[in-house]
């Protein structure tokens, strides 16, 4: 009876612990179920000696295992580039420096690996370096009048530190910003952006770069709005509190091995369904191979008419006041377009039916929408579609690209050109105050 009263008062914080201790791995709220349901069996069915031991041993496992894991660079291998290796839901890991070899650009595992056994990558050497807030900044915030926000275009994946449109500001025209992108979208570029202005207190003003591709959320997302139940409410809540509890271990090299395994065994699973239509063309481009996403080829580049969401525009809406200018970053397909002649130069190993093969003139939906919303809004916007068609052309003269050919990403001559156009706002005081076409 003694025996069993111990082991019950015992119980409950071994539970709690044991609990805490699982969640902090746990990738999905349903995971958390599944881990209580297990240990709670698990614990009544046990004696207090194998409680102690099994919680022990969980502990022992946690901290050896990441001892293991940073001594012999174990997580370091799983990823290819520097961005996927210290990014966590947006964000990197502070105040680091990470120089790596990058084999390949983000079209070669979509492709399945073809890209690389077909010889079409372009390996590189890159550089990254973040702040102690987790952004892609050599320095910390030192109370620069501009900021740059956006997504990865803005981040610089694929890209050196050197290269990034921050540094290029600094290192060419003299210009400080402070580079404040996140991969995520509009929604937590705002909310970004708010918490910066709450932090320091800043009357800064912020480029913002959007990207056609994955930016613009899809019409059947503008859904209406209803008020949350109950249970919805809950669950909510605890999926907030488990991000929070995450956080805190979410830079450690055991998480982060299982979060690459979780999807990767995803990536596995769904490959059947999804990936075997092979989401990449390549095209040759003058005389250079170049790979292209299908979806933002086709399904985003080719859309007849665009309307955004609710969430979209309130969002843009909320930090219209702290915008100095909006930019248009356009697919890669958009801008190499015209080189394009699928008919005759394809050299693609796609099985992707969604194209049409016979267009000549690419609509460009999701500018139009955007113009017309910044001219609501009273934002200035700048498309970088024509310009980056121009200096493109310069370039396949001498062989050189503005984006990477293996890669969804521009490269430094393409953040040369955006960098450009951001150094004629700042020089023109009056520049936001009018649209450009």
Request: net charge positive; glycine share 4%; hydrophobic share 40%.
């Amino acid at each position: 009876m003694h025996g069993r009263v111990i082991k019950y008062s015992l119980y409950v914080p071994f539970l709690a612990v044991s609990f805490l201790l699982f969640s902090a791995f746990a990738i999905k709220l349903a995971t958390l179920y599944i881990i209580l349901f297990f240990l709670t069996l698990l614990y009544f069915f046990s004696n207090t000696k194998k409680i102690i031991l099994l919680l022990s041993t969980l502990i022992l496992i946690v901290v050896v295992t990441n001892f293991l894991f940073h001594c012999f660079g174990i997580t370091s291998n799983i990823y290819y580039r520097p961005s996927d290796e210290l990014q966590f839901r947006g964000k990197f890991r502070p105040n680091t420096t990470l120089t790596r070899q990058e084999p390949y650009g983000d079209l070669n595992p979509l492709s399945l690996g073809e890209l690389a056994q077909r010889n079409l990558i372009i390996p590189r050497k890159t550089i990254f370096k973040t702040d102690s807030l987790g952004f892609r900044n050599s320095a910390d915030y030192l109370g620069q009048k501009h900021l740059l926000i956006g997504d990865s275009f803005i981040v610089g994946v694929g890209s050196s530190q050197e290269d990034i449109l921050s540094e290029q500001l600094l290192r060419k025209d003299g210009i400080d910003t402070y580079n404040l992108a996140s991969i995520w979208n509009l929604s937590n570029y705002a909310e970004e952006l708010k918490r910066f202005q709450l932090r320091f207190g800043t009357s800064s003003k912020a480029f913002v770069f959007l990207f056609e591709g994955n930016d613009f959320p899809i019409e059947n997302e503008n859904r209406k709005i209803r008020p949350l139940t109950r249970w919805e409410e809950n669950r909510r809540s605890l999926s907030d509190t488990l991000y929070r509890w995450n956080t805190l271990f979410s830079f450690t090299p055991f998480y982060r091995y299982l979060y690459s395994l979780y999807y990767k065994s995803y990536a596995q699973v769904t490959e059947s369904l999804e990936l075997k239509k092979k989401d990449v063309s390549v095209f040759k481009v003058h005389s250079i191979p170049m790979a292209f996403y299908n979806h933002y080829a086709y399904d985003v580049s080719e859309r007849e008419s665009y309307n955004g969401t609710q969430e979209f525009e309130k969002n843009l809406s909320d930090i219209a006041p702290f915008i100095q200018c909006l930019f248009f970053i356009p697919t890669k397909y958009r801008v190499y377009s015209d080189w394009i002649d699928p008919k005759q130069n394809q050299v693609s190993f796609s099985t992707y039916t969604g194209r049409n093969l016979e267009r000549k003139n690419i609509p460009h939906a999701q500018w139009i929408y955007l113009k017309k919303l910044s001219q609501k809004l009273n934002i200035c916007a700048v498309d970088l579609t024509d310009k980056l068609k121009k200096e493109s052309a310069r370039l396949l003269s001498s062989e050189q690209t503005t984006w990477w050919p293996d890669d969804t990403h521009w490269n430094k001559y393409g953040i040369a050109v955006a960098a450009l156009e951001v150094r004629k706002t700042c020089l023109n005081p009056l520049f936001n105050l009018r649209l450009r076409p």
